[in-house]
């Protein structure tokens, strides 16, 4: 497998540095003060230009050039980070991202706007492709207030050039600041004989005469300057160029060791956390679940030789393959998992430009951001979730002066929530607003045909009817909502991903949604039970409790179905006429009590195996209209053994409930 090229690297970069930009300028239009957001927004913004024009994307590094203008003029204090200069610049961010992922003839077009804007906040009245990188005379307090030489010696590290810098490219940017003289340093060259091709030997004096201050200068530097040599000394006007000086008016030295330094080792931590890390494909992590998925068969199937076995050797060394098995499964399925804050983050800008388009005031609060889930899970959540949140601001939230009329903040609320419960991540969508409308969902529902005018329902399955297929209370069709289409995408996309999405609700309070999901789609603990011939499992996070159903209550129980269990009435179900099983049932057969959500079901099985590490594989087309299984897996023997979907079993069983006391 080849590796990624530099140009691959550069785009992987340039995304991460383009969803730090994002969540910088979004932090910015609440603290437009904040010097550590304008540095972290010039930071990514200078890195995506020099790498750019590295890697080829001199288009890229071009445009950005000029958004990076203006964000030097903020850091020098003579520009304001106002709202419409934070628009300007996620607008300029888009187009980046744009002409990363899609380049295309219209770029030109499509910028033309964003770079007038530019211009229009630096007030220069030249056409909007000139460069904006000259600055006036005049620095204000945060630079001279004339031109100003300085003669800059730098040297660097000896494998800046392994590391993907380009020295031309630096000298480049210094003569963009003014006039400058370059003269090469060839003092450490070694002999050929011992001259290494890839290592930097040359150093550089350059003279420069610019109107840009002395931090424009280590600017340039900005990615390299911890681990180089940097000499800037500012000359006194008087002096000629290149002359010799009887001393610097104003020294700023970077010694070779960055522990001399007098300023904060931050980037001897910043390496360390880079050596930490490791960039590894998508794909090989998804590979290498797939041969840890095959270990646990293999040692599952050495587990069921060893049990038949007599030999004491044969037996340690299976609970050893087991052991380390288990260990290799947990390690692996920690590698896939990421933190659910780098899915929450792109929800930010969503309810920035939808409340600016609907001009509602919206706070959105992330809480359980360090909570981590599958990637898969991640990747196929971000869907759903748009719907959710904007579903929540069209719908939930009322307008300012709906707000002030019923006594609420001016400013609409959503909390988006995540925590571990068990071997599942709960995932809460929650809001202030207006709540669910159950006498509209209720005549629009009867209104389609979905449930029966004037028919008693409880609370859960009322509010339950918006994820049917076209329903919506809306009562015109927007840019946003109207069409029926939504809500029931995203319970489909949940149960996809064996999860479960519940609802709750409180008129004029709010509305809160939450998924249950779990933690991994890859392996599953699974208790493994037989139902006449057949064997199935039952994801173990499901499972409350086993009991038996002696001969007694199982003659008792006929025509009702209901297990007293200390004193809640349970509905069970009979797994062997639901799967049509011919051979006699066994005489003293269990129960399997399994829960989704609040609601609790009982199966009825012949016999419970046991726990088995269950490597979960996908059922074909073929089988798609099989809703009570959720997959398959493969069992020690070579077997193959369907896995049971609890949430549709649930359901059913609660169904047969409800018939139940209807007709009672």
């Known amino acids: 497998m080849s590796g990624p090229t530099p140009a691959d690297l550069f785009l992987q970069e340039a995304q991460e540095l383009l969803e730090q930009l994002e969540h910088s300028l979004l932090d910015l239009a609440g603290n437009p003060g904040n010097t550590d957001l304008i540095d972290a927004s010039f930071r990514a913004l200078h890195t995506i230009k020099g790498s750019g024009a590295m890697f080829g994307f001199e288009a890229v590094a071009a445009f950005t050039h000029h958004v990076e203008t203006v964000f030097d003029r903020v850091r020098q204090g003579r520009l304001a980070a106002d709202e419409p200069m934070i ?73 800046s050039m392994q590391m993907g810098t380009n020295p031309l490219l630096l000298l480049d940017e210094l003569r963009a600041l003014g006039t400058a003289t370059v003269t090469a340093d060839a003092s450490a060259v070694p ?70 330094a007098a300023e904060p080792a931050r980037p001897e931590n910043h390496n360390r956390r880079l050596a930490d890390s490791v960039r590894v494909p998508a794909e090989r992590l998804d590979d290498l679940m797939d041969r840890v998925g095959e270990l646990v068969i293999a040692q599952s199937r050495l587990s069921q030789v060893a049990a038949a076995s007599t030999d004491a050797q044969v037996k ?45 005031d919206i706070t959105l609060v992330t809480i359980g951001e360090e909570t981590e889930l599958d990637k898969t899970v991640i ?4 869907d759903p979730l748009i719907h959710l949140l904007r579903n929540a601001i069209d719908h939930g939230l009322e307008t300012p002066q709906g707000r002030a009329a019923a006594g609420k903040p001016e400013a609409g609320r ?100 939450t998924l249950r999901l779990p933690l991994t789609l890859a392996i599953i603990d699974g208790l493994l039970v037989r139902v006449s011939t057949g064997r199935y499992v039952l994801p173990l996070s499901s499972v409350e409790e086993c009991v038996e159903l002696s001969a007694e209550q199982d003659v008792r129980a006929r025509g009702r179905n209901f297990l007293n269990i200390r004193g809640d009435l349970v509905p069970f179900l009979r797994l062997r006429e639901l799967f049509g099983a011919t051979t006699p049932a066994d005489r003293f057969q269990k129960v399997v009590v399994v829960a989704a959500g609040k609601s609790r079901v009982g199966l009825v099985v012949d016999q419970v195996i046991g726990n088995h590490q269950t490597v979960i594989k996908s059922l074909s087309v073929l089988h798609a209209t099989a809703r009570m299984f959720s997959g398959a897996t493969i069992l020690g023997d070579g077997a193959v053994a369907l896995i049971l979907d609890v949430a549709q079993l649930v359901e059913y069983g609660q169904s047969r409930t409800d018939e139940f006391r209807e007709a009672g």
């Not at 109107?211 to 008087?238: G, K, N, S, Y």
């Not at 380390?324 to 930010?348: K, N, W, Y």
């Open 379 to 382: 990747e196929k959540l971000n």
């Open 414 to 513: 959503i909390t988006l929530t995540a925590r571990h419960a068990g071997a599942e991540v709960l995932i809460c969508i929650a809001d202030d607003g207006r709540g669910l409308d159950r006498a509209r969902i209720r005549a629009r529902a009867e209104e389609n045909g979905l449930i029966a005018p004037g028919a008693t329902l409880p609370d859960a399955e009322l509010l339950a009817v918006i994820f049917q297929p076209g329903f919506s209370t809306a009562r015109e069709v927007t840019s946003l909502s109207g069409r029926g289409v939504g809500m029931d995408v995203v319970k489909q996309a949940i149960e996809a991903l064996r999860g479960k999405i519940e609802i709750a609700s409180v008129e004029g309070s709010g509305t809160e949604l």
């Open 191 to 260: 002999p050929l004989e011992d001259l290494d091709p890839t290592a930097c030997h040359l150093g550089w004096t350059v003279e420069l005469h610019t109107t840009h201050p002395r931090t424009a200068i280590e600017d340039v530097f900005l990615f390299v300057i911890d681990e180089m040599e940097l000499q800037i000394e500012a000359q006194p006007p008087a002096a000629p160029s290149g002359a010799a000086q009887p001393g610097p008016a104003k020294s700023a030295t970077k010694p070779a060791n960055p522990a001399e």
């Open 87 to 159: 628009r300007l610049a996620l607008a300029a961010r888009d187009h980046i991202r744009r002409m990363i992922d899609s380049p295309g003839p219209d770029d030109e077009a499509l910028a033309a706007p964003i770079l007038a804007g530019l211009q229009a906040l630096l007030g220069e009245e030249s056409g909007a492709q000139a460069p904006l990188t000259q600055a006036p005379a005049d620095q204000g307090a945060s630079g001279p207030a004339c031109p100003t030489h300085f003669r800059l010696r730098l040297r660097l590290p000896r494998d």
């Open 316 to 360: 340690s060394i299976a609970e050893d393959i087991q052991r380390l098995a288990l260990e290799l499964r947990d390690s692996t399925m920690g590698v896939r998992t990421v933190p659910i804050g780098s899915l929450f983050g792109r929800f930010r800008r969503l309810v920035h430009d939808l409340s600016a388009q609907l001009g509602k």
